[in-house]
């Protein structure tokens, strides 16, 4: 008769390998962990940074720490300081402040543009095709700097005409009253 004798793999019962497999698992969670604080991070950062969606001309001005810096600003267009040189495609014009709490855009727009007291700053606007919603009394909202000289040079430019349309009744169609 033949002889079996059963022997125990090392690698099961080896003395280190509870070790080895606690220290991976070590590995694991501060590797997850990580992530997750820096995932947490992105998020509040993202949403304090984006608390506000631009900031208006006079808070613009009042506050010295942002010349140099970009900001998103808002205002409205005053019509007759547009001028657009179409051989170098620049676009200058001047905002008046928009106050931040309104109950009809539009109806802010007008009395901005109108007071004559509304702070105001001049738009400088290059390498960009005038849009055809450049208009009096538009809402710019606009990306870029202000430079020490008191312009501000904007690399991105909104605009936003609520007096373009005109609102429908409950089941009447939308009609465009600038045509």
Same mark, same amino acid.
């Given at each position: 008769?033949?002889?079996?004798?059963?022997?125990?793999?090392?690698?099961? !019962?080896?003395?280190?390998?509870?070790? @080895?497999?606690?220290?991976?698992?070590? @590995?694991?969670? *501060?590797?997850?962990? +990580?992530?997750?604080?820096?995932?947490?991070?992105?998020? *509040?950062?993202? $949403?304090?940074?984006?608390?506000?969606?631009?900031?208006?001309?006079?808070? +613009?001005?009042?506050?010295?720490?942002?010349?140099?810096?970009?900001?998103? =600003?808002?205002?409205?267009?005053?019509?007759?300081?547009?001028?657009?040189?179409?051989?170098? +495609?620049?676009?200058?014009?001047?905002?008046?402040? *928009?106050?931040?709490?309104?109950?009809?855009?539009?109806?802010?727009?007008?009395?901005?543009?109108?007071?004559?007291?509304?702070?105001? =700053?001049?738009?400088?606007?290059?390498?960009?095709?005038?849009?055809?919603?450049?208009?009096?009394?538009?809402?710019?909202?606009?990306?870029?700097? +202000?430079?020490?000289? !008191? *312009?501000?040079?904007? $690399?991105?430019?909104?605009? @936003?005409?609520?007096?373009?349309?005109?609102?429908?009744?409950?089941?009447?169609?939308?009609?465009?009253?600038?045509?």
């Amino acid at each position: 008769m033949a002889q079996a004798a059963w022997e125990k793999p090392q690698s099961i !019962g080896a003395p280190g390998t509870l070790q @080895k497999q606690q220290g991976s698992r070590w @590995k694991f969670l *501060v590797g997850g962990l +990580l992530i997750l604080g820096a995932v947490a991070y992105l998020i *509040v950062s993202g $949403t304090l940074s984006g608390a506000q969606y631009f900031m208006t001309v006079d808070e +613009l001005m009042s506050n010295p720490e942002y010349i140099g810096k970009t900001v998103r =600003i808002s205002g409205a267009v005053i019509g007759e300081t547009i001028d657009y040189d179409d051989e170098n +495609l620049i676009i200058n014009f001047t905002i008046a402040n *928009v106050p931040n709490e309104y109950q009809d855009l539009a109806q802010a727009l007008h009395t901005a543009v109108g007071d004559s007291n509304a702070a105001r =700053i001049p738009i400088v606007v290059e390498n960009q095709v005038k849009p055809d919603l450049l208009q009096h009394e538009a809402q710019a909202i606009l990306t870029g700097t +202000l430079g020490t000289d !008191g *312009v501000f040079r904007a $690399t991105e430019l909104l605009l @936003k005409c609520p007096t373009r349309f005109e609102d429908a009744n409950h089941g009447q169609e939308i009609t465009d009253s600038g045509t």
